[in-house]
């Protein structure tokens, strides 16, 4: 019986699988995933229009007195309340930001001590700065899930939207089943055919002997990969400007939300990634990729040293038969909100810089990854069991570094044009803060700067 059933769902299942291979290969789509993305947005549109009526009918059934524009607008705050979308709530002053690139001052040396006539209002901005911190700091709001303001029908809320009628309970149901019964396995299955493909196509190309022929297919076969591993999330991509898109060797730098980044970029583009080695699942995807195109894989003690990974990187943008190098200077990723410090590494070897933003659709699935919080197996449940991923990607005019600019001025250029043009809040704060304290030269600068401050006002 096993063997039959096998022998009948073998036909089908090996025919889409060669058909999903072969639109990969040629780069087209018949517009299915469109038009689910569409039935979506109709579907999350009416539950919002059911939510919004049942709690206006709560409202008057708690007070009678109560017009449906009043309802209407608590149903608004509640949900301004529960999410921002990346909204800060309080405006704040520019004084205490940091600003490592620029030394801190020496302190005066003086023979006599100045006398300062202190008044503690002198010092209620630092305590508001303090206040402010508390309530809702820079930091830490940005490794937060972003919020949405309409339900999108997942169960990863705790308003408990899925019981406040039967028709969404039904709805919800319905979608339940479909994404755990029938997208999880189909999406897990198409995972696993394209990084068994990344493995055997790369071992061919490996073998050719001509290094034209051999890179060539070897760009076919990366992207090939990574669209059947961004069709296993059911992505919608949509890419603009293609006019800028990287041609020669040199950095792409974008802003990192996502492991999924990577596959995103890559069913575009052909690339040369850089980071450490993994073992299980990246391991395999690392060895297979490095067997048929240059790609950068460090040791964790080789990451560390600033000296060999800029030695490495120069060597590659040197060839221009090399792709460009696909790099996030962030160094850990964001929730889809802002764009924080970029490291100047990549900005220092030299070399044209392709900028790229990529803004995810919350709607659909949260693509954000928290390392602190999920591994990476958790989170590939959760992107397999999500609706779609859904987002635009923003190719940026190339940029090189101007004339006694420096590489940490270079990097905070790249990264507002980035997040002007994805709509994301630019952040001047260093996104290793969420593991590791703020640096001792920042406590310092603020600490001349409130000094000075003190020393001014007493003249």
């Not at 591994?375 to 190339?398: H, N």
């Amino acid at each position: 019986m096993i063997a039959v059933l096998l022998d009948i769902f073998w036909i089908p299942i090996g025919g889409f699988l060669s058909f999903l291979i072969f639109i990969s290969a040629i780069n087209k789509s018949i517009g299915v995933r469109k038009a689910y993305v569409n039935l979506l947005l109709r579907i999350f549109e009416y539950g919002r229009v059911s939510i919004e009526t049942a709690s206006k009918e709560n409202q008057h059934i708690q007070n009678p007195k109560t017009d449906d524009k009043q309802g209407v607008q608590l149903v608004d705050d509640a949900d301004s309340k529960e999410g921002t979308n990346g909204a800060t709530l309080i405006t704040r002053d520019a004084v205490l930001l940091p600003q490592p690139q620029e030394p801190a001052p020496e302190k005066p040396v003086s023979s006599t001590k100045d006398e300062i006539n202190f008044d503690f209002e002198k010092c209620l901005d630092y305590v508001k700065s303090g206040v402010e911190a508390i309530i809702e700091d820079d930091v830490t709001s940005r490794f937060e899930a972003e919020e949405l303001k309409s339900w999108n029908m997942l169960t990863r809320t705790n308003r408990h939207y899925e019981f406040i009628s039967w028709k969404i309970t039904s709805i919800w149901v319905f979608g339940f089943f479909i994404r755990y019964v029938i997208l999880m396995p189909l999406r897990v299955l198409v995972c696993f055919v394209g990084v068994l493909f990344a493995v055997l196509s790369s071992s061919i190309v490996a073998c050719l002997p001509f290094r034209f022929v051999r890179l060539s297919l070897a760009s076919l076969s990366f992207k090939i990969t990574f669209r059947l591993i961004s069709s296993s999330m059911s992505s919608f991509i949509k890419f603009h400007n293609k006019q800028y898109k990287p041609t020669v060797s040199g950095f792409c730098v974008a802003n990192h939300t996502s492991p999924l980044d990577v596959a995103i970029l890559s069913t575009d583009c052909t690339y040369s990634l850089i980071g450490q080695r993994h073992g299980g699942f990246l391991g395999v995807l690392q060895r297979a990729l490095a067997r048929a195109s240059p790609h950068i894989w460090f040791e964790r003690g080789e990451a560390k040293d600033r000296h060999l990974v800029a030695e490495r990187l120069k060597q590659h943008v040197s060839d221009p038969n090399n792709p460009p190098i696909l790099i996030f200077p962030e160094g850990t990723c964001i929730n889809n909100t802002s764009v924080m410090q970029f490291k100047k590494g990549s900005f220092e070897v030299g070399g044209v810089i392709y900028p790229v933003a990529i803004k995810y659709d919350p709607r659909f699935g949260d693509a954000f990854w928290n390392s602190a919080k999920y591994s990476m197996m958790q989170y590939l449940y959760m992107m397999m069991t999500s609706w779609a991923i859904v987002c635009d990607v923003w190719y940026l005019p190339p940029m090189y570094r101007q004339e006694g600019e420096s590489a940490i001025d270079f990097a905070n250029r790249v990264k507002s044009v980035i997040a002007k043009q994805g709509g994301l809040i630019d952040l001047v704060w260093d996104g290793q803060l969420k593991r590791m304290k703020p640096k001792k030269e920042w406590r310092e600068i603020q600490q001349v700067e409130f000094a000075n401050r003190l020393k001014s006002d007493s003249t």
